[in-house]
Each structure stands twice: as structure tokens, then as C-alpha cells.
């Protein structure tokens, strides 16, 4: 039974790989996939269903907003105005998704108002709160997109404070994947950028990042890191990339792409704990690692350090743990104010055999006011170290 | 001739990586992965597979009875295969009734059972490692409404955790693990769908790596914007959007994979502070508050059998009061 199932899910798979391949006529050029090694989540290619509870037409009108969103919708005046409207693409390829983003101006109700986007797209009506969304348009076509900023009155009374309506011309870009295009993913502000080209190449890339940075690389992938400090919670900022390559017969080949960064929001922590760890020194002797660590505690309150741990990393994420005492983990040379501290930290040959990757220590206390404190530092990692001969020698950095 | 056809069509849209997981993980996830190109008139379906391929103990009676409902669905749901974004108003069964209607005991302005659908509709698929022997917990959420204008729901799941493992570096050992996440969703006339998910992830301590992930940031189990893919670092229950996030976390000490996973139930509604419905959770003979920031979490610690070694984890009303609960 389990090997029957496992033959047919083996031939089933390689059929869908050609369906699939079939199917998708080329892969999404969503400006930002997952971010994952693993393959992104697939565009959904082809006709969509209706699902909604009635076709409405193309033009969006108040009557079918209402139908749909079931909503008593009531003009409010205001001192919000929409200062632009628009697509990172003035004429987006049907089956693509496109980045749509409006600017308020004036009273923009410090977070009790809405803003929402309204589409006909599909035989259905789509509603996407957010000053920007993702639209994608199956078919080429001109689609009215309706930008509202609304706010709940009571029930289903809804208040209009300003709208306005973007028309989106969608063209057919053809069927078959794009020459070279985009690949990005984000996380925080750091994106990596990959070149997929469908055709021979000469190599050779030149990007622009939108940010006024460019690069070149040998290879097709880049890092590049953007500002998002500056963004408040979740709020969203793009960037146009764009990247050029020699195709193999000359031709100029150039892809553009939007990458989208997220603000977000730290929570509250307690102030931090200075600590610094010199660089190590062999002891011949005994044997052994030896680090200064000096610590400085100038904004907590008095802090009493009561115990330590030392996790030993192997290959194969086993972990290996010990709780020490402050004296076990720490030679201390001088105490400092408030919970400071000079002290060796040591780590033996014995500690960094064949197989251990990396060493971490850790060094719990509490504050005069009961709040918990920790220190973390990595005495011994093995990529920092050059492994042979034993002893080892000094470290490469 | 139609059914190996069918069959096929099916596959394409696996992940491959639930490749990862033992044989009758994987085929199990398989066949639930089945549904995602056939939209389902009851999500309950979905579940039931998802719940079957969750372990590695299917029988084959239930093995066998997991293949005919996926082949059942598959052929009966033949001819409407596109799919669209999150899950629709049928397979939810709530729309826009969500909102003032019915009972409404958080007084929130969402429908009671609605929060109950919603909570279960959405609820992620948590991946761990398979050194993780720490996942046991008794999770709890909370919904409430983002505003009417938007068609918005906050949806959070207190994952409750009954032990923190510390076998990684970093937090010691404890009694009680206070992650989360929060799934922010909307209906957009016709489908709710997920905009945003917040991970927690050793939140307001070291290797604080908490994070609002946009859906287009977020990897899917077999619905796009409907089941989001949270991953569980071992024994530290961090959690992370992608399995190389977790991996990089922490100086590079956490760890995940997918070996195996877990879906917080949710028939445990909370409420909210301003309108609790569990202030007191009790198990045993121990007691837990949801929404009280002087009360740490110790995983219900006298009710089960962990021994404590530093103490609790952090309150939830901590964490969450930030985010409006």
C-alpha cells in the first residue's frame, strides 16, 4: 500500500511538473516572494472564480460598493484630501501583480480613518484596506480602481471622507516568462536581489536599487541594505529596482521590479547592558582560550549577577549545556559600579574538540528594582578560529 | 484514465519541502495539500486532513479513509479549480453578519461563534523540529474587530506553552512559554483573507526577533492568505516566518525545521481586557491570568510536570496589551 502510493505520487509528479510548466506560461513576478529557501507560494494563474455573491460591472459604482459590503455609505466632510494616487506601473501585464499606493494630505485622523481600495476584477468586487495594495488584473483591460477614505459612524454606516478613482490600463504582456526579471526578497531592511534570465547571458549585471545606490556584480545576485528606521509601525516604502545584462547576442536586456520594506515597531525594553569582549589569547600553559570582558551598567539600577550557563555547539545542532556559577564562568579582576565588572573568560583546548562549532555564555542576575538581566557573549566559535594545529593558532579576526 | 490525470493536477501544487517530513508525513500533507486547487464548501475538511498529517501515527484505517476523502473532494470539485485569495464567506460561514449581529459577550461588535469560525479558519500550521520535546501547551486565543470600515479582524493565538526547553543558547530553562501570534484579516466582499501576521519571538528580552510580516513576506500551507506557515525554533518556541530566519536567529543558535507540526486549537476564547471572557484559566490546581501584567506565565506549572529551574516566562497581558487586547 505505502509503496503503491509512493510510485504513483512519484509518476503523478513529474506529469505535474509538465502541466505545471504548461499551465503558468512563466513564473509571477511578485515584487516581494516569501522569504524563504523554500519555493514561494505560486501567482494563481488562469481564470478566477466567482465567488462573490453577485457579477458586478466593471464601473464601481456607491449602489454595488453597498450591495457588496453590505454598507449605508454617507458623504462626510473633511479635511483629508488624497495627494496622489497611483500604480508603480503605469501599464502592468495582465496575470502580473502591481503595486497600487495613495498619499493623504491635511487630517488624516491620526489612525481612525480607513483607507481602502475597491476593484472589479474577476467578475467580483474586491475590497483591500491599506494605503497601498497588490491588484492583479487577469485579463488586459481598463480597470476602474476606487480609493476611499472612510471611517465606521455607527452599524453599518459608513463615512466617505474623500475618494477618488484610478483608472488602470492592463496589457498583454504574452504569454511566455519575460527575457530577464526580478527576484527579491526582504526581511527588515536587508533585500536580495536575483536576475532570472530566460535566455543566454554574457554575465555582467548593473543594478540600481532606487535609492540613489547602484552596483555592478559578476554574479546575478546582490544584497543591498535600505533604510527603515525612518518607518513608522508597518508602515510601507518601495523602491523601483531595476538591473541590466548583455544577452548573448548583444541585446540589452533590462528588468525593473518593486521591492517593498515594512516599518516596524521595537517594544519598550529595559536599557542595555554595555559589555564588551576583547580578543583572545592562547595560554600555553593551561592550555586554554582567555578573553577580557568588561561590562558597564550606567542607566539600570544596581545589578547582582547570580549564576551563569555554558552551551557547547556541536555539528549536528546537538547542544551540550552546564550551569556554572558567576565564579566558574568568570574570572573576575574588578568589580565596577552598579553591576559592573572586568573579568577572563576562559575556554579550554579540552572545550573546542572535533566537532564543536560554537561556544556561548550566559550571565543572569536581577536589578534593584527585580527586573532580570542577562548577557550573552560567543567565547569560542569555530569559524573565527583557524582549527589546526591544536593548539590553535590565533584568531583570524 | 481521468483519475491518474486528476491526481496529477493535484501534486503540482504541493510544497515540495513537506518532502522533509517521514513518509507518511509527507504523503499525508500530500493529500491535504490536495485541496488547495479545489476551493471546499466546509473548511472542516480541510482540517481534518491537515489534523491527520500532523503526526506520524495515522493508522491505516484512517490513512486509507484520508486518500478516498481527498480523491472524494478532488473529483467532485473537478471543473472549479481556480482558486482565489484566502477562504470565501461559504467556507467560513460568516460575511459581513460578523459584526453586529447576535451574541456578542466580549462586546466587541463581532459575533461570538464568528470569532469561533474565524480563529479556526485561520489558525496557522506551527512547524518544529523533531529534537523538540517541549511543544505540549494548551492554547487559548482572542479576536477583535479592527473597525467595520475595513472589514477587519485581530485574531490572536497564545500559543501557552507549558515549558520553555532552553536547550538552545540564550533564556534559561522555565516554567510557561508566552508566544504568539496575531493574524490581522479582512473580508473583501467575498473571501476573508490574511493582511498581516505578527510573530513573536523572545519578545521584550535577548534575541528579541518579534515581527510584522506582510502576507506577501509569509509562506502558505495550501491556502494562499488563509493558512500562514509559522516556524517554532526547538524547544525555544521563537517564532519566525521561514525556516532560514529562524535558523540565522539568536546568533545563529535557534533552530527549525519541518519535521513535524501542530495547529493551536481554538475552541478557548479569551476575550479581550475590556471585555475578558477567561480572566482566570485554572488546570489543576494552578491558575493563569491572560490579562494581568504583573502575572508571568508558568504554564499551569503545579497542574503539570515541569520542574522549573528559572522560574516563569513573561505576563501575556505584557505583550499583548500593546497590541490593543
Known amino acids: 500500500m505505502k509503496r503503491a502510493a509512493w510510485v504513483a505520487v512519484t509518476v503523478a509528479a513529474a506529469v505535474a511538473l509538465v502541466l505545471l510548466m504548461s499551465r503558468r506560461g512563466g513564473s509571477s513576478d511578485d515584487p516581494a516572494p516569501a522569504v524563504s529557501s523554500k519555493p514561494p507560494p505560486a501567482e494563481r494563474p488562469g481564470p478566477a472564480p466567482q465567488l462573490g455573491p453577485a457579477p458586478v460591472p466593471a464601473a464601481i459604482d456607491d449602489a454595488v460598493i453597498a450591495q457588496v459590503l453590505d454598507e449605508e455609505l454617507v458623504a462626510v466632510a473633511s479635511g483629508v484630501t488624497i495627494a496622489e494616487l497611483g500604480a508603480d506601473d503605469a501599464k502592468p501585464c495582465a496575470g502580473r501583480p502591481v503595486w497600487l499606493r495613495a498619499r493623504l494630505e491635511g487630517d488624516t485622523g491620526e489612525g481612525r480613518l480607513v483607507s481602502r481600495w475597491i476593484w472589479a476584477s474577476e467578475q467580483r468586487l474586491s475590497m483591500q484596506p491599506g494605503a497601498t495594495a497588490r491588484f492583479t488584473a487577469q485579463a488586459p483591460g481598463r480597470y476602474p480602481i476606487r480609493f476611499q477614505v472612510v471611517r465606521s459612524i455607527e452599524g453599518k454606516r459608513i463615512g466617505v471622507l474623500a475618494e477618488r478613482t484610478l483608472e488602470l490600463d492592463v496589457v498583454d504582456c504574452g504569454s511566455g516568462p519575460p527575457p530577464l526579471r526580478v527576484e527579491a526578497k526582504v526581511m527588515g531592511g536587508r533585500a536580495n536581489f536575483t536576475a532570472l534570465a530566460a535566455v543566454p547571458t554574457r554575465g555582467g549585471y548593473r543594478w540600481e536599487f532606487g535609492d540613489g545606490e547602484d552596483q555592478a556584480s559578476d554574479g546575478p545576485s546582490v544584497r543591498h541594505d535600505y533604510p527603515i528606521l525612518e518607518l513608522r509601525d508597518r508602515e510601507q516604502r518601495s523602491y523601483r529596482v531595476a538591473v541590466e545584462v548583455a544577452g548573448a547576442d548583444g541585446t540589452l536586456l533590462r528588468a525593473t521590479s518593486s521591492v517593498i520594506l515594512y516599518g516596524q515597531v521595537s517594544p519598550p525594553r529595559p536599557p542595555a547592558i554595555a559589555a564588551e569582549l576583547g580578543d583572545a589569547t592562547w595560554d600555553e600553559a593551561g592550555r586554554r582560550w582567555q578573553r577580557r570582558l568588561e561590562v558597564d551598567n550606567r542607566e539600570r539600577p544596581v545589578i547582582t549577577w547570580e549564576r551563569g550557563e555554558r552551551h557547547t555547539l556541536h555539528d549536528g545542532d546537538r547542544v551540550a549545556s552546564r550551569n556554572l556559577t558567576v565564579a566558574e564562568l568568570l574570572t573576575i579582576i574588578e568589580n565596577r559600579a552598579a553591576g559592573g565588572l572586568v573579568a577572563t573568560v576562559t575556554v579550554t583546548a579540552a572545550e573546542t574538540g572535533p566537532g564543536v562549532r560554537r561556544i556561548t555564555d550566559r550571565l543572569f542576575g536581577h536589578d534593584a528594582a527585580g527586573e532580570e538581566a542577562s548577557l550573552t557573549w560567543v567565547p569560542w566559535d569555530r569559524d573565527d578560529f583557524d582549527p589546526d594545529p591544536v593548539p590553535p593558532v590565533a584568531p583570524r579576526r | ?325
Open chain 2, 1 to 325: 484514465m481521468a483519475a491518474p490525470f486528476i491526481f496529477s493536477f493535484c501534486i503540482v501544487n504541493i510544497d515540495y519541502s513537506v518532502l522533509q517530513g517521514t513518509g507518511k508525513t509527507y504523503l499525508a500533507g500530500a493529500f491535504a495539500e490536495l485541496l488547495c486547487v479545489f476551493p471546499l464548501t466546509s473548511l472542516s475538511q480541510a482540517h481534518t486532513l491537515r489534523r491527520l498529517s500532523q503526526g506520524d501515527t495515522m493508522t491505516n484505517r484512517t490513512w486509507i479513509a484520508s486518500i478516498a476523502a481527498a480523491a472524494a473532494i478532488t473529483i467532485c470539485s473537478w471543473g472549479t479549480s481556480a482558486r482565489a485569495d484566502g477562504f470565501t464567506q461559504a467556507q467560513v460561514g460568516w460575511g459581513t453578519n460578523c459584526w453586529n449581529s447576535g451574541n456578542d459577550s466580549d462586546g466587541d461588535t463581532l459575533n461570538q461563534s464568528c470569532e469561533q469560525a474565524l480563529a479556526a479558519a485561520f489558525a496557522p500550521t506551527v512547524w518544529f523540529d523533531n529534537g523538540e520535546d517541549t511543544s505540549a501547551g494548551v492554547p487559548h486565543f482572542a479576536a477583535k474587530s479592527l473597525g467595520f470600515a475595513a472589514k477587519a479582524v485581530s485574531i490572536a493565538y497564545y500559543f501557552s506553552y507549558l515549558k520553555d526547553g532552553g536547550a538552545l543558547f540564550g533564556i534559561g530553562a522555565h516554567d510557561g512559554d508566552s508566544e504568539f501570534a496575531i493574524l490581522e484579516i479582512h473580508f473583501d466582499g467575498a473571501n476573508w483573507m490574511v493582511d498581516w501576521m505578527y510573530l513573536s519571538a523572545h519578545r521584550k528580552a535577548t534575541c528579541d526577533a518579534s515581527f510584522w510580516y506582510h502576507f506577501t513576506q509569509i509562506e502558505w500551507d495550501t491556502y494562499y492568505r488563509g493558512w500562514a506557515m509559522v516556524y517554532s525554533s526547538e524547544n525555544k518556541h521563537a517564532n519566525y516566518a521561514s525556516d532560514s530566519t529562524c535558523d540565522s536567529g539568536c546568533l545563529g543558535d535557534e533552530n527549525c525545521d519541518r519535521d513535524f507540526f501542530q495547529v493551536p486549537e481554538t475552541n478557548r476564547n479569551v476575550g479581550q481586557s475590556f471585555g475578558p471572557l477567561l480572566p482566570v484559566v485554572q488546570l489543576g490546581s494552578a491558575f493563569e491570568s491572560y490579562f494581568d501584567v504583573n502575572k508571568k506565565f508558568c504554564g499551569w506549572q503545579r497542574a503539570g510536570a515541569s520542574t522549573s529551574h528559572d522560574g516563569c516566562a513573561g505576563a501575556y497581558h505584557d505583550h499583548l496589551k500593546d497590541f490593543g487586547y
